[in-house]
């Protein structure tokens, strides 16, 4: 059974900075993707960033150098690291996995995940 668990969620103030776990078990890709994605408040779902199994990174330009994405790879952990926070990232933060694809080339939309996470509330204070 494939279980995608988020934490990490909470209150920040702009400028401040907030780190999101993803624990992803019992995929059975030999090689995968894991992403991220947010839903601010009245708005629609839109891609943050993503990594590969080969650890390559890309992100949104919304986020571009203030935000990075780390992995565990002893386990299928992943980390989004948020820095110099803005009030406009304030959303429900979601972690997806899905099959291989090189991250490089272009940031996965949403179809490409199989399993998505319960959702991080995260609040930036102004």
């Known amino acids: 059974q494939v279980q995608v668990v988020e934490s990490g969620g909470g209150l920040v103030q702009a400028g401040g900075s907030l780190r999101l776990s993803c624990t992803a078990s019992?995929?059975?890709?030999?090689?995968?993707?894991l992403g991220w994605f947010r839903k601010p408040p009245g708005k629609e779902r839109g891609g943050v960033g993503a990594?590969?199994?080969?650890?390559?990174?890309t992100f949104d330009d919304s986020v571009k150098g203030r935000f990075a994405i780390s992995q565990d790879f002893g386990k299928i952990t992943v980390y989004l690291h948020m820095n110099d926070m803005k009030f406009e990232d304030t959303a429900i933060y979601y972690c997806?996995?899905?099959?291989?694809?090189?991250?490089?080339?272009?940031?996965?939309?949403?179809?490409?995940?199989?399993?998505w996470g319960q959702g991080s509330q995260v609040v930036v204070s102004s």
């Open positions: 997806a996995a899905g099959p291989y694809m090189p991250v490089s080339v272009t940031l996965p939309p949403p179809t490409w995940y199989h399993y």
């Open positions: 019992g995929l059975s890709y030999p090689r995968y993707v």
């Open positions: 990594i590969d199994s080969d650890g390559a990174t």
